[in-house]
């Protein structure tokens, strides 16, 4: 079975590190990924029923110019909705165009990180050279408005929708800074943002953060091993904010730290588990390991740190994670859309599962403000209130 499963987060408050040019990184819109193959056998849906329904539309709706395509798309985007999982969706031809550029890591948007809550979200950060960036837009700014639609209390998927845009085209945003709102207009561009950063910093100490895990997550991550363990004394891996992705870069990651044994399982609605085991590639196995996670780590990363943590090689601190313990298969259609469907649930290697609870940190630590967090893009390395990440390197040597 080809095991690039990526877990997506769904609806999700808390910083995602969205791309938005727009676009988000979103698993919490962005799946935990497994090719269709095939289809298992009908259902008990009255077919019969729904079929007359559209010919009853097609046949004596008042107005005879009906958008058949819009209608096919809506049919099934309800029959999905009906099931009522916040994780299973429907992506038209475009939006699963748009979804596919995501698994790749690109992205038509502004360039920058957010926060989200019940308030406006707030940004935490720009990417250099980000229309966002060249705009001087900067940590700590809320985003009120996207032209008139209010973003108070606005989910990421929701705010992907409207920042994001084709190439070359204009989105005003409406922002609040110290009590001042002002409107910028912004030219999307398209914007290719690696997974995975790192820095040496403290005494030694090997920082890395995974934003997402994507396509190219392992062999970024494997680099930013091989380039920063020489003289290294210790790991912070950084999973804040990361959504999830693809389950195969899971692996990959867990098989970095530890030698042997599983790295979690997956079971279907008939109670068939699928076993994963630790790779060959084992980079750093003994090296002192503390990971970073907080309420907006999601699916595939939470495998990671809850498979490191069950295996008794890493302290995690930080916040309770988000909780989502299950999995996505996409299903593309013939039209050009795409079921995205939970289809297994993911366990940890002790036979636990973390859906709707979360992993509990072993050290828990809160930050007083979302901008607080080092920001190893910037080009300072200045982390002095990065309460959680101080509270990391107080466990490694040095």
Do not use: C
Not at 6 to 16: C, P, S
Not at 153 to 182: C, M, W, Y
């Amino acid at each position: 079975m080809n095991r690039r499963a990526a877990l997506r987060g769904g609806a999700i408050l808390g910083v995602l590190f969205v791309v938005f040019a727009a676009g988000v990184y979103v698993d919490q819109a962005f799946p935990d990924y497994v090719p269709y193959f095939g289809h298992r056998s009908v259902s008990n849906v009255d077919l019969a029923e729904l079929q007359q329904a559209i010919r009853v539309v097609q046949a004596d709706y008042v107005d005879g110019s009906i958008n058949t395509a819009k209608l096919s798309h809506g049919t099934v985007q309800g029959l999905i909705a009906a099931l009522g999982d916040p994780f299973s969706s429907y992506y038209d031809p475009d939006q699963y165009k748009k979804l596919k550029q995501r698994y790749a890591g690109l992205y038509s948007g502004v360039g920058v990180t957010l926060a989200f809550s019940r308030d406006y979200p707030v940004i935490t950060g720009t990417l250099a050279g980000s229309p966002a960036a060249k705009a001087g837009l900067q940590a700590g700014d809320q985003i009120v408005k996207v032209g008139d639609k209010d973003l108070k209390g606005i989910t990421s998927d929701q705010a992907t929708s409207l920042i994001q845009g084709p190439d070359g085209t204009k989105v005003v945003l409406e922002i609040s800074r110290a009590g001042r709102n002002f409107s910028v207009t912004l030219m999307r561009a398209e914007i290719h943002v690696p997974s995975v950063r790192s820095a040496v910093i403290a005494n030694h100490i090997l920082y890395v953060r995974i934003y997402q895990f994507e396509t190219n997550t392992s062999t970024e991550f494997a680099s930013a091993l091989t380039n920063g363990l020489p003289g290294a004394a210790g790991i912070v891996l950084d999973l804040r904010g990361d959504p999830g992705g693809f389950v195969s870069a899971a692996d990959d990651v867990i098989t970095q730290f530890v030698s042997s044994g599983e790295t979690f399982e997956l079971r279907d609605r008939s109670g068939k588990v699928e076993r994963h085991d630790v790779g060959s590639k084992h980079a750093a196995p003994s090296l002192p390991l503390v990971v970073l996670v907080d309420a907006n780590s999601a699916s595939s990363a939470e495998i990671v740190a809850g498979s490191l943590q069950a295996h008794g090689r890493a302290k995690l601190v930080g916040t309770t994670t988000f909780g989502k313990g299950s999995v996505q298969r996409d299903f593309e259609l013939t039209g050009g859309g795409d079921i995205h469907l939970t289809v297994q649930r993911w366990y940890l290697p002790n036979g636990q599962t973390i859906d709707k609870k979360g992993l509990v940190p072993d050290v828990a630590v809160a930050l007083a403000n979302p901008t607080d967090a080092f920001d190893v893009v910037g080009q300072s390395q200045d982390y002095a209130k990065d309460a959680q990440l101080k509270a990391a390197l107080a466990l490694l040597p040095g």
